[in-house]
Structure formats: C-alpha cells, structure tokens
C-alpha cells in the first residue's frame, strides 16, 4: 500500500511538473480560442495557423511575456473626460500644466495600470495574439494592444512629467525611458508595417520628453550617461524596414485572394472604408478588388521584389523624388489599384523611419554634449571630442550618411540633422521641433519653454 501510494505521489508530482513547465513555455493568449475585444469577437491565429503562412513564430514563457501585462494595464485604466484627454495630449508636446487638478486626479487614479506598466517594461520579452479568422483581411485584422499603446505611452510621460516638475528627476527620466522600452517590446512583438508605425510614434513621444529634460538642465552626469546607452541602443537593435516585409507579403496576398475570390467580401469591406468617410477610397477598392487574383498577385510579386531591394537603400538615396516610393507607385497603371492601397502605408513607413533613426541618433549626441558640459565647463570644440570619454561611437545622419552637422561659437552650439530635403539649410530649423515644417532637425544649448496649455 505504501508503494503504491509513493508512485501516486511521485506520478503526481511529474505530473503537476510538466504541466506546470508547459503552461510556463506556451505564450497565454494561444492558449484561447477567441478574445472579446468591446462588442467583437476575434478569433486567435494558432501556431500551426501562423506558421502555415509562413510567418515567424517565438514561445515566449507566460512569465516574461510583458504582452500579458500591457493587456491587464489597458483594462486597469480609466477612460478620461475630455478635458483630461486633452491634458494627456498635450503632455506629449512641450505643453504642461502641474495645476490642472482634473489631471492630476485622472493620474492618481491610474495607479494599477502604472504598476503593470513599470512591471511590463522590465520583462525581456513580448509577444501580442494575432488575432482574425481564415476570412480575415489585413483591413479587418485587429491586435487591440496597438491602438492602446500610444495612449500607455502617453500616460507613462505623464506620470514622468508630473515627478519631474516635482523635483524627482530621476523618477522622471525613468518614465520617460519606459516609453522607449514600451516601444521596444512592440518592436518585437510583431512585424506588420501598421504595428511598426505605432512603434515609431510611441519612440517619438518618449524622445521629446527626454529631449525636454536635457534641455531644461535637470539631469545629472549619471542619467545623461543611462541617455546615451539608452537611445544608442535603441537605434543600433531596432529592425530595419526590409525585415518586417515576409509577413507584410503574406497579409497582402491573403487579402487578395480574399477580395478578388469573393465580390461580396470586397463589398463588404468598401463599405466599411465609405462608413470612415472615404467613399473614393471605398469605390477604388471596389472596383479594383474585381480585376481578378492572378493579375493583381503578379502585380504583388514585381512590387514586392523591387521593395525589398529599396527598403535597402540608405534613406539618402531612397528619398531622392526619382527613386522615392511614390515615383515610383505611380508609374503602374489603375489596374494596380487594389496592390497601391495595400501599400498604402509603406513609403509612410520608410519616411518615418528615417525620421525616428534621426531623432534616436539626435538625442544621444545632444545629451552627450551636455555630459561633455558639466565635465569640462564648456562645449566640445568637434563631436570627435565626445568619443571614449561622452559617447561610444558617434551615429551617423540617416538623411546624409554622414556625422550630424554641429557649430560652436563659444558657449552657443547648434546640432543638426539635413533632414528630409536632404539639404544642409544651415541649422533652419525650429527649436522645439515642427516635424513637418523644419528644414533641418535642430537641437540647441537653450532651454525648452513649456507652453501653457491651450483652452
């Protein structure tokens, strides 16, 4: 009797064992069926699904899937009242304002979904469901993390913000670096051209508040230091465009098949777009989903060989108007119409990439010459200064090739990058930046205004 209830026991054991090891090496969300997001319901894609289609699949154990923990962040926070939101907005500009009570309260009120953000961010991996069904087109696939990603981001700045102007600067900072590893982990929780433009967008708000800090003067050598590794970093492992276009094709061809397979579907799915206020777009697509599946996936495969060489090609020739994305789209003719919109979102994607490794690049130089300011009393004389002792390497300008332009007239300097025109306007820039109307993306030895808040 004892024997036999020892092997029980040790069955039991082993048992409970690799149950326990197995739930811990499966990623949770592929181990449901279907998620509920508001009144929808979303199939999720298995592991034979994905791989099926060709597309990369990592297990990642549930204990370091930080995806788990944005989920449970997004449902722990609040939704604000307008005037709130307004305030969150504004909190990734230049604005802010530490009086605005309603804020403040909204932000005491987040404090589970901060915890699960500040956890999140130190887990070494992520990995959103994917979610759909077999019908699915690339129009009608969903990851809802994505549209919640900007806003957690926001809500991490803010939360920098407000210790920073209450005198905790290292708190602040890092909130603010935070946003960048938010960032990171959708990096590498997905490769859809869609999820890469939220990553690009999340970078951008975490860079501005840092770049706010540096410039106002409230960091020590230590955190300019944890700057520099940080933002090098974030430069030097972030994929390059030509990586993330294998499951961009997939999606691309399964829609096609979907809508020209099906004149129903394309139906469907234009009136949609027409419910978005884009009746033209919706009529396009329509008509051009008509034109049959062959045509249109030749269409695919001449398209997508020449775009992956030109993902390739260093932005400063890639931007050039006769070899840009948009020279080039247009030379098909209205046959291709269905591919162009699928594509809609790629040379967008080119554009902002570069944009993002300029900025990346941009603030490790701008805060390792600050570092260099508080050592020496002075600016370097050449970026070449920085070397060894500031920055570990000096990154080089996307929009050139070449270092980032910098002048100094005694303790005045300005750094620049040539920025989209690909031309040197002599620092023509605006300080903090316009994005969309500098000539040159500038960084300055002045302090930051904050703006009040506009009402």
Known sequence: ??????????????????????????CSFLTQRKIKVGERSFDVWSKEAIEKRGLPFRMVPD?????????????????????????????????????????????????????????????PDCQFPILGDDKATVLEIQIPQLAMMRTLTRLLVCEGKRCEYGGDCEKALSCYLE???????????????????????CNSIGTKAVEMAIANGRLSQENLKKVISRFLRAASERPQLAEVLSMERVLVEDTVHILTGDPGRADEVASAIAQEQAPELARR?????????????????????????????????????????RAYIDRYPPRSELVKLLLANFGQARDQFARS??????????????????????????????????????????????????????????????????????????WPHKMSEDKDLIWRNTPIPVKPRGR
């Not at 092997?7 to 090891?21: D, N, Q, S, T």
């Not at 946003?179 to 967008?201: F, G, R, T, W, Y």
């Open 285 to 325: 697509l329509g008509t051009a989903a008509r034109a049959g599946s062959q045509q249109h996936m030749s269409e695919v495969a001449r398209i997508w060989d020449w775009a992956t060489k030109w993902a390739e090609i260093p932005p400063w020739q890639a931007l050039q108007p006769s070899l840009g994305w």
């Open 357 to 430: 490794e300029a900025q990346l690049g941009g603030v490790a130089l701008f805060a390792a010459i600050k570092l260099y300011e508080k050592k020496n009393g002075r600016p370097p004389a050449s970026l070449s200064e920085l070397e060894g002792g500031c920055i570990s390497r000096l990154p080089k300008d996307p929009f050139s090739g070449r270092d980032y332009i910098y002048k100094v007239r005694g303790n005045d300097w300005i750094l620049y990058s040539v920025y989209e025109n690909l031309i040197d306007d002599g620092g023509a820039g605006s």
């Open 63 to 123: 204990r370091d899937n930080a995806a788990v923990l944005y989920v449970k962040a997004a449902r722990a926070r609040t939704n604000p009242t307008g005037t709130v939101e307004d305030g969150i907005g504004y909190s990734a500009s230049w604005a802010w304002d530490p009086n605005d009570g309603a804020l403040m309260r909204w932000l005491d009120d987040q404090k589970e979904c901060l915890s699960l953000l500040h956890r999140a961010t130190r887990k």
């Open 179 to 201: 946003a960048l590893d938010l960032a990171e982990h959708l990096d590498m929780s997905d490769d859809m051209l869609i999820c890469k433009l939220v990553v690009v967008a």
């Open 1 to 26: 009797m004892k024997k036999l209830v020892l092997f029980l026991l040790v069955v039991g054991v082993a048992g409970g064992g690799y149950y326990y090891c197995h739930r811990q090496r499966s």
